[in-house]
């Protein structure tokens, strides 16, 4: 994102890093099941939610979103519709597998939030994506069902690939805490008071 903002505004030396964070509480219960979960409204075009309803009838688990809906299922797919966070929460503590295929996503708070309760992630081949999670994901084109299909059905199919890939996206997670969100804000504040311009420091997000 910084060096979409730079190539768009021309302000590389004006702009800092700082990754969001967020905690979740992890449930007493720790017990998944075999289902793909995901949250996001199916008109918003950045998410692309319509390519998991395309890609649906091809999984071998069923898959259930968050985000509109009437609660209908239609084949292999559920619409929870509106639901509030803890249940999000909640769902994605169940869930196995979290799929966001999308084509755009500065960030993507509710991908950290799986990943924090342990989630294997298939998510968009985007930029962003790519830096936040590394080898944490597995990533497909967000123009492709099929790609979707067999990205999904590989950590169906594999247990242990499945839980390598959750284990990885729950520790590649651990960077992103509020703590560190909040620390980074902390030392960036205080060098502006102290008279040094933050984006001398600036490291790119996926720097050890």
């Keep these: 994102m910084r060096d979409a903002l730079c190539a768009e505004y021309d302000a590389q030396a004006l702009i800092e890093v700082i990754p969001n964070g967020t905690d979740v509480r992890v449930p007493m219960t720790w017990a998944k099941e075999r289902l793909v979960f995901s949250a996001a409204r199916f008109d918003d075009e950045a998410k692309n939610v319509r390519l998991l309803e395309r890609a ?20 292999n797919l559920t619409r929870l519709g509106r ?18 295929p999308a084509r755009y996503e500065p960030f993507g708070l509710s991908i950290l939030e ?45 247990d242990r690939l499945r839980q390598r890939m959750a284990s ?16 980074a804000y902390y030392r960036t504040y205080r060098s502006l008071l ?9 490291q790119p997000l996926g720097a050890a």
């Design 168 to 183: 990885a996206a729950r520790h590649r997670a651990a960077r992103y805490s509020a703590r560190a969100c909040a620390s």
């Design 56 to 75: 649906a009838p091809g999984f071998g688990w069923p898959v259930v979103v968050a985000g509109d809906g009437d609660g209908r299922a239609d084949g």
């Design 114 to 158: 799986a990943a924090q309760l342990r989630c294997a992630l298939v998510l968009g081949d985007i930029p962003t994506l790519r830096e936040i999670w590394g080898a944490a994901a597995l990533y497909v084109d967000p123009d492709d069902a099929d790609a979707l299909a067999a990205a999904v059905n590989a950590l169906v199919c594999h």
């Design 83 to 100: 639901i509030d966070h803890t249940t999000v929460q909640s769902w994605m503590a169940r869930a196995s597998i979290y799929a966001l």
């Design 194 to 202: 102290e008279g040094v311009h933050p984006g001398q420091h600036a």
